[in-house]
């Protein structure tokens, strides 16, 4: 499995960015996909999730109403629309593949592949 995260880049606080996550090597009809994010001096957390199948979304509570998970089965990628951003959404942004349940999705463990990482940076 590869994954070939993009889109990051410089913003100012209060814009939008998109993140893609070009995923190839398997089919991943059983697959969640996720983003997780580390900013400086802080562990990688999780940010939001997707089930490849049917496409039901989970989302860390400090995302919900900015952030939208979606993918497109045709490209094989998963996006990370990126709205209202703030300052402290700074990080470098991971995308991740695995199979198991959704309600596992918020950890890392429930992934087994992981995409080079894409900076974003919001300026205040």
């Known amino acids: 499995v590869q994954l070939q995260a993009s889109g990051g880049g410089l913003v100012q606080a209060g814009g939008s960015l998109r993140l893609s996550c070009a995923a190839s090597?398997?089919?991943?009809?059983?697959?969640?996909m996720g983003w997780f994010r580390r900013a400086p001096g802080k562990e990688r957390e999780f940010v939001a999730a997707?089930?490849?199948?049917?496409?039901?979304?989970y989302y860390k509570d400090s995302v919900k109403g900015r952030f939208t998970i979606s993918r497109d089965l045709a490209k094989n990628t998963v996006y990370l629309q990126m709205n209202s951003l703030k300052a402290e959404d700074t990080a470098v942004y991971y995308c991740?593949?695995?199979?198991?349940?959704?309600?596992?999705?918020?950890?890392?463990?429930?992934?087994?592949?992981w995409g080079q990482g894409t900076q974003v940076t919001v300026s205040s």
């Open positions: 090597g398997r089919t991943f009809s059983n697959y969640i």
């Open positions: 997707i089930t490849w199948n049917v496409g039901i979304t």
């Open positions: 991740a593949a695995g199979v198991a349940a959704l309600r596992a999705g918020g950890t890392e463990r429930a992934y087994g592949n």
